[in-house]
């Protein structure tokens, strides 16, 4: 999921390394707008859960915020965005929104 946010550009950059106990950790860094100060991402709503899964198909593919922020699908395919969800015509669990 990293990598896509890094692709679509919500993120800087991001680390996999392993803290002093030899725990693995992602150290994430955050975009910001240079002169308003003002984060990337705005909003990032969980969908599926342990407890309660969430599954499309590829025609009802969710559109985030009328197509401005993007879905996360883990897909037979790999986990993908929604857009190239849609354009591989793959339907999977709606891991997460991200605006």
């Not at 725990?23 to 994430?28: A, D, G, N, Q, V």
């Not at 709503?45 to 699908?73: C, D, F, H, W």
């Amino acid at each position: 999921m990293t990598k896509i946010l890094y692709d679509q550009g919500y993120i800087l950059a991001y680390k996999f390394e392993n803290n002093e106990k030899g725990h693995p950790t992602i150290k994430i860094a955050l975009k910001y707008h240079p002169e308003s100060k003002t984060n990337a991402i705005k909003g990032l709503t969980r969908i599926s859960r342990p407890g309660l899964r969430r599954y499309v198909g590829a025609k009802e593919m969710p559109r985030v915020q009328n197509g401005l922020g993007i879905a996360i699908v883990s897909t037979s395919k790999g986990i993908m965005t929604d857009k190239k969800a849609r354009q591989e015509n793959v339907g999977g669990e709606v891991l997460c929104y991200v605006y």
